[in-house]
């Protein structure tokens, strides 16, 4: 199917962009595309303005900060995280994330404020975000602010992002000592949308210090499961411990069931997929899928 008639615009800094924004009130920012053009190809929403920002520099860059964590460019691609020195070193899970989103071609095009923004419950990286304490930096015409990525997702299809505002950058902090991070989907098939997904972040030295657990595609948003994160604290850092722990998540998630999983099957997933990204932390292996 292909488009409806729409202006299009390419600005050349982030405060031209900004500008056409807020003067447009049907107007969204373009990135990667990799959402947006099948949402608008498909009729599932319309707009008069297209703002393409794909090509500002301002949103583009990697930058190492001093304390080792990250500022990551909202227009940095999924292809361009996998192979970032930076990112690997610091966050050697986001780069292992980003490599396994869909096709190369996608990795090409995809990027991870677009990644965020579409708040999608079945996207790879908003779960691992809120695992790593994240925090999104908005840009408008009253200056920068600055959102938790715990923060960040209101629901379907919704941010902390409002009209006239432009996600610029993500800030992501340096692992602490003894801290490192897991990933598990369950999926229909490969490439295929997710049933259910989980990231974790665990601080251990044989016995767990801290554990962040979030889960994604079980709720509209990520969200951290604070009845396994209390169960991992204090006890040992292995398998049966962490299995243990898994068992916390049962009736409080309320997934919806579809033709690929009903509720009772996602919630069961769920407790998979978490065991498995707090084990993986643990281990501090690559990302499972599957």
């Known amino acids: 199917m292909l488009l409806e008639s729409v202006a299009y615009a390419r600005p050349d800094t982030v405060a031209e962009a900004l500008q056409l924004l807020a003067e447009n009130e049907d107007a969204a920012p373009l990135a990667g595309g990799q959402s947006l053009i099948n949402v608008l190809k498909h009729r599932v929403a319309s707009l008069e303005l297209l703002v393409d920002i794909s090509r500002l520099e301002e949103l583009r860059g990697i930058a190492a900060a001093p304390d080792g964590g990250l500022e990551i460019g909202a227009c940095v691609t999924y292809d361009e995280l996998d192979h970032s020195p930076e990112v690997r070193s610091a966050q050697p899970m986001l780069a292992d994330v980003a490599g396994h989103i869909e096709d190369q071609q996608i990795r090409d095009a995809g990027t991870i404020g677009g990644n965020c923004c579409l708040s999608d419950p079945t996207n790879n990286l908003p779960p691992l975000l809120v695992a790593l304490g994240a925090t999104m930096v908005i840009a408008s015409s009253g200056g920068p602010r600055e959102v938790a ?87 040992a850092a292995e398998p049966a411990a962490v299995a243990a722990a898994a068992e916390r998540i049962g009736a409080d998630l309320e997934p919806l069931g579809d033709a690929h999983g009903s509720a009772e099957y996602r919630r069961a997933m769920a407790r998979v997929v978490a065991r498995r990204a707090v084990c993986q932390a643990i281990g501090n292996g690559g990302p499972q899928h599957g």
């Open 149 to 235: 990525a715990s923060d960040f997702f209101h629901g379907y299809f919704a941010t902390a992002v409002g009209e006239g505002e432009l996600l610029t950058s993500v800030r992501v902090p340096p692992l602490a000592a003894g801290a490192s991070a897991g990933y598990s989907t369950v999926a229909v098939g490969a490439d295929s949308k997710a049933i259910a997904r989980a990231a974790a972040l665990v601080r251990a030295n044989g016995t767990i210090e801290e554990a962040r657990v979030v889960l994604a595609c079980v709720s509209p948003i990520p969200a951290r499961h604070a009845g396994m994160e209390e169960a991992l604290r204090g006890r």
